[in-house]
């Protein structure tokens, strides 16, 4: 079974099985949302991407997943060795995962793009404004005593609200115990078992939506 799984993940299978998750369930999807956040896996036998994280007190990988407004898996970043704060490396990251989105067809712009304020960065923002989205990330002080000079960023705090909807969808992702606590040394392994992960919870999500 493992070489077989090895041999998809090679070949690109399982992230076509994940997209064509998305184009079964894109009539349910709302696109005038994206929630980002980040999902830390113990790694037990360390590997790729792997490194101490304090706030666990133990070696993770991170990764961060997308969803829409309902809480659907629709694009993710790659992995990133959990001693790096959350705003690493989030350009390259984030452009990739919005093209990813336009491939598949799905229109993003004028949507908003949920973050908290770990990832309020200037190139964040500007990535979200030249794909057409409007970043709603609460400012990030960083210990400034008094506030930033210049215009006020624009933040919705009722649109902020909604992406606590991705919490369940993290939920179900933390039930695949292959995904809670890393084995896997291999980065495109590990990877292509979250990629499979998204699209079983995609068709989950969609049946309870359909009721």
Known sequence: MYYHFRKWSRDGSLKRVWQGSLTAI?????????????????AKKGGESVAYQGRKKAKTTNILPIT???????????????????????????QAAFR??????????????????AFDTQEARKTCFNHGLRPNIPENKRNRKKNKRGRKRSFNDEVYKHRFTSERSF????????????????????LNEHYLAFAMINVRHSVSEKG
């Open 171 to 190: 939920a179900w992702i933390d039930k695949f115990r292959a995904l809670l606590v890393r084995f896997d040394r291999r980065d495109l392994y590990f």
């Open 100 to 117: 990813w989105l336009k491939e598949q067809g799905l229109s993003i712009r004028g949507a908003y793009f949920n973050a908290d304020s």
């Open 26 to 42: 894109e009539p349910l999807l709302d696109l005038s949302e994206l929630n980002l956040d980040g999902s830390h896996a113990i």
């Open 68 to 94: 829409d407004a309902k809480g659907f898996i629709i694009a993710s970043t790659g992995l990133v060795a959990g001693n790096h704060n959350d705003a690493y490396n989030l350009k390259p990251h984030l």
